[in-house]
């Protein structure tokens, strides 16, 4: 090994940032756990600079997973994971000080069973930037490419982490670009292209995968979760044929039925269908640009959660006047003069190509052929990306199945089901996460901990 890291070091021209995070605005004392933050340059002249925050696992960083974390947009920050999802700190709702929010440490982060790298992918998004303008061109393809030679510069100048078992891990919009990132890895190593990368698998939340699945499943799951009347989804289903994306424009009943389900969609909050939908315009209350005058024309929304007001987006206010905060950027040690506002999801991305997205499928097919793990997860409150689109394209793979749906418990309580299916090496578990929204581990924290911590083990859910 001592050997193989000085070869690597020796021709390896390294263009990386990196900087020790001991304390962060909004916490209390110093971190608990080892935070790093940098920049590593990809390009052809390295236009492109990919921010990240990487943390060592809690428990022992030598010998547990890698997880390379990248969330969906395309386009919106890794703080979202960080601060809301699966990171190691959550913002205190009860606390706000000086009008600024506070930060608590969050039991279910992963990064007390894993190595986690949350990356600002693609360029544009968070703090990640360019140095020209054609470097904010990108794509689904060249995102996914950037992501590689990342992770391979950043290995280079961490080679103690180079034989750790490294899973790819993404949600939403990450489930197009993820199975390119593992596509990219998977040729490097045939290549062997320097570092070898310890692929073993991927992670994928809540994923967008083919459209035609996804969107599809919808009327289905509404009608399952009685948003739709029985009578209307017996008669879209008829007169549209099952095929609701494409439907004939001259199917005057099926196209009538399609617009009264998009009507009730409309008043829906997709992410979670048992929360309520937000009445107020969050980029009009961010204009307001004070925390706490905020909270008083909503009433207090951060503890009133019962209260017919209340909306889960109110929550993203806080990490609005956290990330634009001049001390959080300075602790984070972000350039300064490289960005003009942090944009939580930044949806003016420079002629991005969606050269990938309507489907990554094919992707999924050829893993299929290797010996990858995969975990794949859905809220069952989703009514954006359903569970059940999302299981139709697994059973789309024709894998064989190794354990029928069953539910999997935290304690005496059931916290979702479960299937599992290989083919020879190749082994997929899907799970569903109960009461889990889009996506499941911000809403489910608990239950997303102990599934992933499970099935990193390898144990069963």
């Known amino acids: 090994m001592f050997v193989y ?32 933050t940098g920049y590593v340059g990809v390009g052809e002249n390295e236009e492109v600079q990919m921010f990240y925050m990487f943390m060592e696992s809690e428990r022992s960083p030598e010998n547990d997973p890698f997880i390379l974390w990248n969330i969906g947009g395309p ?9 809301y999802q699966n990171g190691p700190l959550n913002f205190n709702y009860e606390n706000i000080s000086d009008n600024k929010p506070t930060l608590m440490l969050n039991p279910y982060s992963w990064t007390k069973l894993a190595n986690v790298i949350y990356l600002d992918s693609p360029v544009g998004t968070g703090f990640s930037y360019a140095t020209t303008s054609e470097g904010y061109k990108t794509g689904d393809r060249s995102s996914a490419a950037q992501l590689y030679d990342f992770l391979r510069e950043w290995l280079m100048a961490h080679p103690k982490f180079i034989l750790n078992p490294l899973y790819v891990g993404g949600d939403s919009y990450g489930g197009i670009v993820a199975p390119v990132v593992v596509h990219e890895i998977s040729i490097g190593n045939a290549k062997q292209n320097e570092p070898q990368i310890n692929l073993q698998g991927f992670i994928l939340g809540n994923p967008v995968t083919h459209l035609d699945f996804d969107l599809n499943s919808r009327i289905l799951y509404a009608h399952q979760k009685a948003i739709i009347s029985e009578k209307l989804y017996k008669e879209t289903k008829e007169h549209c044929k099952g095929k609701y994306m494409n439907p004939d424009r001259r199917n005057t009943i099926c ?45 207090d929304f951060t503890t009133s959660q019962n209260s017919i007001e209340w909306c889960r987006d109110f929550k993203l206010v806080y990490v609005h006047f956290w990330a634009n905060d001049q001390s959080v950027q300075n602790a984070l040690h972000v350039r300064k003069g490289t960005i003009q506002e942090w944009i939580r999801c930044n ?32 809220g069952d409150n989703d009514l954006a990306i359903p569970h059940l689109g999302t299981h139709q394209w697994i059973k789309s793979l024709k894998l064989k199945m190794t354990k029928d749906w069953r539910p999997w418990f935290i304690g005496d309580q059931i916290a979702g089901n479960v299937i599992t ?34 099935w990193l083990a390898f144990n069963s859910l």
Request: aromatic share 12%; proline share 3%.
């Open 255 to 299: 196209i009538n039925n399609l617009q009264a389900i998009n009507k009730t969609f409309e008043k829906m909050y997709m992410y979670n269908v048992m929360e309520p939908k937000c009445a107020w315009d969050l980029s009009a209350l961010l204009g307001d640009n004070n925390l706490l005058e905020i909270m008083r024309k909503t009433g």
């Open 421 to 454: 299916y290989s083919k020879k090496k190749y082994n997929l578990t899907y799970a569903t996460i109960k009461g889990g929204g889009h996506v499941a581990t911000e809403i489910r924290p608990k239950e997303s901990f102990a599934m992933v911590d499970r």
């Open 5 to 36: 890291v000085l070869v690597l070091l020796s021709i390896s021209n390294i263009c990386l940032s990196q900087s020790i995070v001991k304390t962060l605005p909004g916490f209390d004392g110093d971190l608990p756990f080892s935070l790093e």
């Open 75 to 83: 386009g919106c920050s890794s703080l979202n994971a960080f601060l």
């Open 347 to 378: 949806a003016s991305l420079v002629k991005y190509q969606y050269d990938v997205f309507p489907s990554a499928l094919e992707y999924h097919r050829n893993f299929t052929k290797r010996g990858y793990r995969a975990l794949i997860f859905s």
